[in-house]
């Protein structure tokens, strides 16, 4: 057998072997020896038939492809294992000639991570506050919540509450059919489609007022796109939200009571901050990723992770709609592949940062304790409520313990990266790479 190597630069050892007759006609002689077990020839029976003869029968491709079908995987196993090659997936064969044997195999092998000095780049934090309109919102948003609704004997205004019977139809089938519908009347809110809330403005109660609007190009039933929708809506009643006055009492109403109006912009003031905060903490992680994939000196991986990533987003993309994979991409209605190569940027730089980061944290030596797993996993059973002891049951194995693990080993990560581009001091790890 005759080995050649060569590794691209994209993390794949190119093999081109070259198998020396002798061996083949001994895979010849297996192949012949199944096949035979395998297949009735006229006049012998099953496994007696001389080659020649079941060689006439099957024809000599049959019986090569049998031998190869054995032979390529068996010496692509001993060219790997010759040449010290580990590889991280199935190989791509390609059969360059039949007889003798030479054929190629691109192998996935390790992707290869250089993340140069980066202990000496630094990213700025931009400093956060709440404004004050932020938090005049927060305030208006709880009047909302604590305002009275009084029925009124009017016609419908803008930001009433609104009780009625609605049915819909196309062309006489109907779309819609519900009573006691309770929905606010918001400014370019949407009731079902959009132009219905606009126009039951001035609906009276106890009238069944009518509202024609177009069924929009989203709408998932077919053939009903763009057609004409009549909604027949009968108003049973009609409330007016009446708003607390922002004062040292309304304060004390809400939640577990404060004793003044400052106080309460005050908290809802620094909750405001929180929330910032925590924002500006994720898109400044976000920020560090991206300089430490740019400054690297080089990142190279196989495609095979590429091709996986892009599943994985097809999954998730999927999963947020409610859908199998396959059911979504027939909804897109674009081609498989076309959706894929859509995905495909998206996919390359998820597995680039992955890549920095899995390197980041081998260097730095950022590990997981498996008391740390478990005091997360009470955390999140903690947070769950009556359902706390069924999430510890979910990650009580294995599996949802790596799962676990794998969470907390990327928010340490990204925690450690971005204490080192803030400049914080920190221990000098032994695997620093210069």
Known sequence: ???????????????????????????????????????????????????????????????????????????YNEAIDENGIEPIDQPR?????????VFKATVPVRPTVELGDYRKFKVKREPVQAAPEEVEAALEELRHRYALHEPVDR???????????????????AIVDEEDAEFRLREDGVIVFPGVAEGLLGAKKGVIHEVTVTVPEDFPEGGLAGRPCTFAVLVK????????????????????????????????????????????????????????????????????????????????EARAAGEDVDRYIEQLKRAPDQLREELRPQAEARV????????????????????EIEAEIERIAAGAGPQGDQVRRLFSNAGGRETIGRSLLTRKTLDRLAAIAGGEKLREPAKVQK
């Open 155 to 173: 016609p419908v205004q803008l930001g009433d509450i609104v009780r009625a019977d609605i049915r819909a139809a196309v062309d006489g089938r």
């Open 93 to 101: 064969i390609e059969v360059l000639q039949e007889e003798p044997p």
């Open 352 to 371: 680039r940062r992955s890549l920095a980061l899995t390197r980041l944290a081998e260097l730095e030596e950022v590990t997981v304790e498996p008391a």
């Open 1 to 75: 057998m005759k080995v050649s190597t060569e590794r691209t630069p994209d993390s794949q050892v190119v093999l081109e072997i070259e198998v020396e007759p002798e061996r083949l006609e001994r895979s010849l002689d297996k192949a012949y020896r199944s096949l035979a077990q395998r297949t009735a020839v006229p006049g012998f029976r099953k496994g007696k038939a001389p080659r020649l003869m079941l060689e006439r029968h099957v024809g000599r491709h049959r019986l090569l492809h049998e031998a190869l079908d054995n032979l390529i995987p068996e010496v």
């Open 237 to 316: 009643e009609v409330k007016q939200e009446r708003l607390p006055e922002p004062n040292d009492e309304f304060a004390r109403q809400v939640g577990e009571g404060f004793p003044s109006l400052q106080a309460l912009r005050e908290r809802l003031e620094a909750d405001a901050l929180e929330r910032k905060q925590a924002a500006a903490d994720d898109e400044y992680r976000e920020k560090v990723v991206d300089a430490l994939v740019d400054r690297a000196k080089k990142i190279e991986f196989p495609p095979v992770l590429v091709e996986g990533e892009i599943e994985r987003l097809l999954r998730e």
